[in-house]
């Protein structure tokens, strides 16, 4: 499998940023697709699951309302649309092939249901 994880940057509190990650080497459609983040000097953070079919969006509750999690399943590539960011959103993200394995009735956000990982990008919410 190869990732190509591209849209990070550096924005203005308030802003916006599209992330895409493009796979190829498997079909996006027999897949859920997870996003994560790594802020400096924390462990990885779940923050969003969309299932194989993109019927079903799992958010955590600090970016439900800012972040929308889709996946164009013709052009295997999946988005991840980031709304009114906040300096908290600050990390590097990854888009992940998994399961959005959900345990009395909530997503887990848990990496360890996901076996396939982009490469991450940079994104940073400064003024």
């Known amino acids: 499998l190869q990732f190509v994880e591209s849209g990070g940057g550096l924005v203005q509190p308030g802003g916006s940023l599209r992330l895409s990650c493009t796979v190829s080497?498997?079909?996006?459609?027999?897949?859920?697709i997870g996003w994560f983040r790594q802020a400096p000097g924390k462990e990885r953070e779940g923050i969003s699951c969309v299932s194989p079919q993109g019927s079903s969006v799992n958010y955590i509750d600090s970016v439900k309302g800012r972040f929308t999690n889709s996946k164009d399943t013709a052009n295997n590539t999946a988005y991840l649309q980031m709304n009114n960011l906040e300096p908290d959103d600050t990390g590097v993200y990854y888009c992940?092939?998994?399961?959005?394995?959900?345990?009395?009735?909530?997503?887990?956000?848990?990496?360890?249901?996901?076996?396939?990982w982009g490469q991450g990008t940079q994104v940073t919410v400064s003024s």
């Open positions: 992940a092939l998994g399961s959005c394995v959900r345990f009395q009735g909530k997503w887990t956000a848990d990496a360890v249901h996901f076996d396939f």
């Open positions: 080497g498997a079909t996006l459609a027999d897949y859920a």
